[in-house]
């Protein structure tokens, strides 16, 4: 990793609602912006003549939604500088990239805003930062500055290290060399943060220390017969690729059969792990495969998700969440406990920033 001046500063970019900028940040090493712009504008050089833009795209918004958008603007067009570092949270992943800001601002082939980047860290579990730094990161808006909590040398050193050292700072100073934000600035830790997301993190982050190894294939086995699956887990050790085989009907003879491997911890489901599955599943005479993963997977195996829809399942951090949550009520009560959760109410926020 190249060494970084003091005037570094640190920023939150999102890639869309929907996540429908992600493949042109992977692909062609793109940060990409939206808010409705397909035209230059590098005339466009403060947040004023901004505003006035946005009120031009924007007619029928009021004018303290103008002023947000072109301040978020102005800090990915002009205010973020080669060499500035970038924090990107992944939603077609669910997880976080770090990369560089490589260059200037541009006008990208849709027409819409475009910063080129230079990619350090990818595809990084959520868990790897403490929690105060995923507060941060949760923050609704599209494009902000991140300086509390130290996070600029706390990002730094999960570069070199891999891990999130947690704040050991001194007490903060102002000023542009440790993030001061400026009139001109949107601090993620001043704006309203995604409490689902917030809520996700720490399910998850119970998840990863209370069902490790074989606990986290009983978890999934609990899940399936949750959802009406008859199951028998392998005993721990050498599974031959099978961890947990699944059916239907009072004996668990009847179709949908499958079969199941569970892989916890860090490890990351490569390409002979798949072919291994789906070998698993043709031997067994199973209807289909899935795989659970908490470490996720590579970019040649998320490539073929499509390919095998109707044949294997990938389910990675989100997709074991999701389907936890949808049948907790239906699960065992020693798993409850160990993982207990109760619904919230809580206001939805406008994510007007999501225009991007």
């Known amino acids: 990793m190249n060494d970084t001046s003091d005037s570094t500063r640190l920023w939150l970019v999102r890639l869309g609602k929907n996540g429908e900028y992600e493949a042109a940040a992977q692909d062609r090493n793109e940060l990409t912006l939206g808010f409705g712009i397909k035209e230059d504008i590098s005339h466009l050089t403060d947040r004023e003549m901004l505003i006035e ?13 103008h002023r947000n958008f072109a301040a978020q603007v102005n800090q990915f067009v002009n205010m973020a500088q080669v060499g500035d570092l970038v924090v990107t949270p992944f939603k077609t992943t669910s997880t976080i990239s770090i990369g560089r800001f490589s260059g200037p601002y541009k006008q990208g082939p849709d027409g819409n805003p475009v910063r080129p980047v230079e990619w350090l860290k990818t595809d990084l579990p959520r868990d790897t930062f403490r929690q105060d730094l995923l507060y941060s990161f949760g923050a609704f808006m599209t494009v902000c500055e991140i300086s509390r909590n130290n996070a600029l040398e706390r990002v730094k050193t999960v570069l070199a290290t891999g891990a999130d050292p947690g704040d050991v700072s001194a007490p903060k100073v102002t000023g542009k060399q440790n993030g001061g934000v400026s009139q001109d600035t949107e601090e993620a830790s001043d704006q309203p943060i995604d409490l689902t997301q917030i809520a996700r993190d720490q399910i998850e982050k119970r998840i990863a220390s209370s069902f490790a190894g074989h606990d986290f294939t009983t978890l999934v086995a609990a899940i399936l017969r949750a959802q009406g699956y008859q199951t028998r887990v392998s005993p721990p050790g050498a599974d031959n690729g099978v961890d947990i085989v699944a059916g239907s009907g009072p004996l668990g003879l009847e179709s949908p059969r499958v079969v199941v491997q569970v892989k916890s911890g860090s490890q990351t489901v490569d390409q002979p792990t798949l072919q291994g599955l789906i070998g698993s599943t043709q031997d067994t005479q199973a209807d289909h495969g899935l795989i659970v993963s908490w470490g996720g997977y590579t ?4 490539r073929r998700v499509n390919e095998l829809y109707f044949r294997v399942r990938l389910w990675g951090r989100d997709e074991l969440v999701d389907n936890l949550l949808a049948n907790y009520e239906r699960l065992p009560e020693d798993i409850r406990a160990e993982l207990p959760l109760k619904r919230t109410w809580t206001l939805v926020l406008e994510e007007s920033e999501d225009l991007s």
């Open 53 to 65: 833009k946005m009120a031009e795209v924007f007619p029928d918004r009021k004018p303290n939604t």
């Open 299 to 302: 970019s040649a195996v998320r």
